[in-house]
């Protein structure tokens, strides 16, 4: 054995030892005693699966303030900021900055990222770069590149030919921006393009889907019944999806169903959502979040993403799900006990399900996983506590001292 892991909790509350051997979980039980070259205690500490963020823009994360700040705070502005600075930067640039957020992430406990690249840069810099980043990175985080038309399929010129480049050079799901096209219908035709390359190539699909307070923006139907027609259940998530916070009722009653019966994933952003979405409302202001716990409670698979970390669209972030998902909970009013442990689940093991990932604290699946300064999953929440361990693929890559503090207030 490599690596014994002593005296944790699982989530669920029981006690647990972790064997690792060769990568691999050799065995979970309450007590193991056979000898092992490394010791981890975690005496009343919370082993987890690892952190998963299955929404990231790694071409420009820790840009924030080049060329300038976001004003307005707004998507669009965003937008218009990206698209300045991707004519400036260097391939060694993006590189530089991706690896550093790595090590960050990695810190945090995430070994598994999937990230957006913009394909609509014509100098192809983004997903050369990126790229290098996934081959670089690969043994400690699954890196999972998404084709990204920033810019628009249809609108901006030659996109879809750059989406098809950039499949064909490795990047590894089918992406698109539906809203974003200059009409609805052009829109709803990029999501039928978007889903018939993915059949055509047994890719998967990931949309940035509906990221507006317009309740009419309405994508999410149609990728949901693309879904079905080319038989890609299970395969295809919606990001995003804030224009359901805005719909109308009756009609959410009739989407529901259809997401459930497709089997699209959802994942919103909850720091974004947030920030970007009600920036043109007086008061009250709407909070943009999709529908969490009726998208759960229709059966629907949904993960919480990270989205943006200092970049054209959020000055903050830190590469933390538990932040991630700490925001999520508070927006979507899921304070219940069992809310909140889902809560947890949807920054672990269901980014890594969407993902196609096989994390899990079972014996035979990879030795990847971290132990928490907390003993169970809602004071993870609660405190955001330090990483005491990350072990990825049977192997220790980053460990955390917890922070103490000497408190003298005299009472
Ligand atoms: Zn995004």
Redesign the pocket.
């Known amino acids: 054995m490599d690596i014994l892991v002593k005296g944790g909790v699982l989530a669920d509350g029981s006690r647990a030892d972790v064997a690792i051997a060769g990568g691999i979980i050799t065995a979970v039980e309450p007590r193991i005693t056979a000898q092992a070259g490394e010791v981890i205690d975690a005496t009343g500490k919370l082993i987890s699966a690892p952190f998963v963020d299955a929404?990231?823009?790694m071409d420009a994360t820790l840009s924030y303030g080049r060329p300038r700040v976001n004003a307005s705070g707004t998507l669009l502005e965003g937008i218009a900021l990206w698209g300045e600075l991707k004519q400036q930067q260097t391939r060694e640039d993006i590189v530089a900055r991706a690896l550093d957020y790595c090590r960050q992430a990695v810190g945090q406990g995430v070994l598994a990222i999937r990230s957006?690249v913009d394909v609509t840069d014509p100098n192809f810099r983004t997903v050369e770069a990126l790229l290098e980043v996934r081959q670089r990175v690969r043994d400690v985080l699954d890196l999972q590149l998404v084709a990204?038309p920033q810019d628009g399929w249809y609108r901006a010129p030659g996109a879809e030919a750059q989406v098809i480049r950039a499949l064909d050079a490795g990047v590894d799901v089918v992406g698109g921006i539906p809203h974003f096209e200059r009409t609805m219908a052009a829109g709803a035709t990029s999501v039928r393009a978007a889903c018939e390359l993915a059949a055509a190539r047994g890719l998967r699909v990931d949309l940035?889907c509906d990221?507006s307070d317009d309740p009419h923006s309405r994508h999410i139907e149609t990728l949901a019944a693309e879904t079905i027609r080319l038989g890609l259940q299970g395969r295809v998530a919606g990001?995003?999806l804030t224009s359901m916070h805005s719909m109308d009722n009756y009609y959410v009653a009739k989407l529901l169903p259809l997401i459930a019966e497709a089997q699209v994933a959802a994942i919103p952003?909850p720091l974004?959502n947030i920030t970007l979405q009600g920036r043109m409302d007086s008061y009250p202001k709407r909070r943009g979040l999709t529908r969490v716990p009726e998208l759960r409670a229709a059966g629907v698979t949904v993960a919480f993403?990270q989205?943006?970390v200092r970049d054209p669209?959020y000055p903050l972030g830190s590469g933390d799900m538990l932040e991630v998902a700490h925001m999520g909970l508070h927006v979507a009013l899921m304070t219940a006990p069992d809310q909140m442990r889902a809560a947890y689940q949807m920054v672990t093991d269901t980014p890594a399900q969407i993902m196609g990932l096989d994390f899990g604290l079972e014996v035979g699946k990879r030795a990847s996983l971290i132990v928490l300064d907390a003993p169970d999953p809602i004071e993870a929440l609660r405190l955001r506590p330090a990483r005491l361990a990350v072990i990825s693929n049977g192997r220790v890559v980053a460990r955390t001292e917890p922070a103490r503090c000497a408190i003298s207030a005299g009472f």
Do not use: L, V, Y
């Open positions: 929404h990231f823009h957006h990204f940035h990221e990001s995003h952003n974004i993403g989205d943006c669209w």
